[in-house]
């Protein structure tokens, strides 16, 4: 099926308001992506282009900018949520359970959702056994953690028209690769319904540090702007951000992230929910759509 097959289609002032937890009004739902690159591989994204302009393998300097990320760039997120009590969703390459068991290790302890991200990060459509890939993904997830990952988020958001069916075949019941509303939506698929889950292409630092090259302010800014208008609105909503630790979790940007925590903790009427919980909580409410 192509998506707008799958969707049905729904104005906001469609969406019955049904009450978030606590009574706010607006969840936040922070993503930590993880992944594992391989060095035999043309790198995911680059912060360094080839000095010839034609990519050479290996590409060391690109490869060793994301390793930092998880030899450094992680612990600094894990310390910056945990002094705030705040437990994000972990977009996890299934392979990062075995290549990095520490990060992982870290983030279970500390009572992170895990959420599926491929097996390795390369883009679905570059998959031969697209539902090969996804069953080695859930049952790495699953062994490592001990309980089957219910959400999904395709490396890059990439996906072909059969994955919706072929991840809900596997067990997930949500996917965030449709980003089209501030709240989860119902998609058919050929294996039962799934919902999306409202990620963030906007308030993601990839886009606003690596493509538009905004400073370490802009995710912050964006992130209040966001979270005032969507609390001004009429209904609960559901705000995700994206962050990779090999981008903020660097020393110049970590601070401003920790300062964006502290001022969305702060308004009125949000909470911070993982994705499984926003999930729950939607099938619950009665919406159709």
Same mark, same amino acid.
């Given at each position: 099926? *192509?998506?707008?097959?799958?969707?049905?289609?729904?104005?906001?002032?469609?969406?019955?308001?049904?009450?978030?937890?606590?009574?706010?009004?607006?969840?936040?739902?922070?993503?930590?992506?993880?992944?594992?690159?391989?060095?035999?591989?043309?790198?995911? *994204?680059?912060?360094?282009?080839?000095?010839?302009? /034609?990519?050479?393998?290996?590409?060391?300097?690109?490869?060793?900018?994301? &390793?930092?990320?998880?030899?450094?760039?992680?612990?600094?997120?894990?310390?910056?949520? /945990?002094?705030?009590?705040?437990?994000?969703?972990?977009?996890?390459?299934?392979?990062?359970?075995?290549?990095?068991?520490?990060?992982?290790?870290?983030?279970?302890?500390?009572?992170?959702?895990?959420?599926?991200?491929?097996?390795?990060?390369?883009?679905?459509?570059?998959?031969?056994?697209?539902?090969?890939?996804?069953?080695?993904?859930?049952?790495?997830?699953?062994?490592?953690?001990?309980?089957?990952?219910?959400?999904?988020?395709?490396?890059?958001?990439?996906?072909?028209? &059969?994955?919706?069916?072929? $991840?809900?075949?596997?067990?997930?019941?949500?996917? /965030?690769?449709?980003?089209?509303?501030?709240?989860?939506?119902? $998609?058919?698929?050929?294996?039962?319904?799934?919902?999306?889950?409202?990620?963030?292409?906007?308030?993601?630092?990839?886009?606003?540090?690596?493509?538009?090259?905004?400073?370490?302010?802009?995710?912050?800014?964006?992130?209040?702007?966001?979270?005032?208008?969507?609390?001004?609105?009429?209904?609960?909503?559901?705000?995700?951000?994206?962050?990779?630790?090999?981008?903020?979790?660097?020393?110049?940007?970590?601070?401003?992230?920790?300062?964006?925590?502290?001022?969305?903790?702060?308004?009125?009427?949000?909470?911070?929910?993982?994705?499984?919980?926003?999930?729950?909580?939607?099938?619950?409410?009665?919406?159709?759509?």
């Amino acid at each position: 099926m *192509r998506p707008e097959q799958r969707l049905r289609y729904a104005a906001p002032q469609d969406r019955p308001p049904a009450a978030l937890p606590g009574g706010a009004e607006l969840a936040i739902w922070p993503v930590v992506n993880v992944e594992h690159w391989l060095i035999d591989n043309p790198m995911p *994204r680059q912060v360094l282009s080839p000095p010839t302009g /034609a990519a050479l393998l290996p590409d060391v300097a690109n490869w060793a900018w994301h &390793e930092y990320g998880m030899r450094v760039g992680f612990w600094r997120f894990l310390d910056a949520f /945990a002094k705030r009590g705040i437990r994000p969703t972990l977009s996890i390459n299934g392979n990062v359970c075995h290549e990095y068991p520490r990060v992982a290790q870290a983030a279970h302890d500390a009572g992170w959702e895990f959420m599926g991200h491929g097996f390795v990060q390369v883009p679905t459509h570059r998959e031969a056994d697209q539902r090969a890939m996804i069953a080695r993904t859930v049952e790495a997830i699953t062994r490592f953690t001990g309980a089957p990952p219910v959400g999904w988020l395709g490396p890059g958001l990439t996906e072909t028209l &059969e994955t919706p069916d072929l $991840l809900a075949e596997a067990g997930i019941r949500y996917i /965030a690769d449709f980003v089209v509303d501030d709240l989860p939506a119902r $998609l058919r698929t050929s294996a039962g319904e799934v919902l999306t889950m409202p990620y963030s292409v906007e308030l993601n630092d990839i886009p606003i540090a690596m493509i538009q090259h905004h400073d370490e302010q802009e995710l912050p800014r964006r992130a209040r702007l966001a979270a005032a208008r969507l609390l001004a609105e009429a209904g609960p909503k559901v705000m995700g951000f994206a962050i990779h630790p090999y981008i903020t979790g660097v020393p110049h940007r970590i601070g401003a992230l920790e300062a964006m925590l502290d001022d969305l903790m702060a308004m009125p009427g949000v909470c911070f929910m993982q994705g499984r919980e926003i999930m729950e909580w939607y099938r619950a409410s009665g919406d159709p759509n």
